[in-house]
């Protein structure tokens, strides 16, 4: 975990939650090595690292599984009429958003305004809840929905 100085207090809340996603007993899933702080490592194809905003972690959550989903599932292009995979895309989003956060998902999306995702929320939020054995099920199905439009998984 590499953050800038100043961030340097919420240290504590982002290792647990790189943590989380690292914990995730499912062999598809790849977290890198090293999350960064957004600025610290930028490409010429733009910034993957995570923000904190005004003391607030949960973006980092989102940034977090975006990295880990890219790490797992690479960076194809989904199709855009391929609606059934970006739905899964979404789910196993929140799913490892969830996972990272290591708290109910009602208490993880308090406040936040999320649009258009209410059913993917949904979805994640009762797979997270469930057994290891379970999620694990449902993850592979959300994968093939990605393999079917034409993505590896």
Same mark, same amino acid.
């Given at each position: ?8 207090k919420?240290?504590p ?16 899933v790849?977290s ?5 702080q957004?600025g ?15 003391g607030?972690?949960?973006?980092? %959550?989102?940034?977090m ?9 690479g ?6 009429? *391929? ?12 799913w490892?958003?969830y996972?990272?956060?290591g708290?109910d998902?009602?208490? *993880? ?13 949904? *979805? %994640?939020?009762? *797979?997270?809840?469930?057994?290891e ?21």
């Amino acid at each position: 975990m590499c953050v800038w100085p100043e961030h340097r207090k919420y240290l504590p809340e982002l290792i647990l939650m790189a943590e989380g996603m690292d914990g995730v007993p499912q062999q598809w899933v790849k977290s890198p090595d090293v999350f960064y702080q957004e600025g610290l490592r930028p490409t010429k194809l733009g910034d993957s690292g995570f923000s904190v905003v005004e003391g607030h972690v949960r973006p980092a %959550a989102f940034a977090m599984a975006n990295l880990v989903l890219e790490n797992s599932l690479g960076s194809c292009m989904l199709p855009q009429d *391929a609606a059934q995979a970006w739905e899964a895309r979404d789910q196993l989003h929140l799913w490892l958003e969830y996972r990272s956060m290591g708290t109910d998902p009602a208490t *993880a999306d308090d406040g936040l305004r999320m649009e258009g995702v209410s059913g993917a929320q949904q *979805a %994640a939020a009762q *797979a997270v809840r469930q057994s290891e054995a379970l999620q694990t099920q449902w993850t592979s199905r959300l994968r093939a929905e990605y393999e079917k439009a034409g993505c590896p998984a």
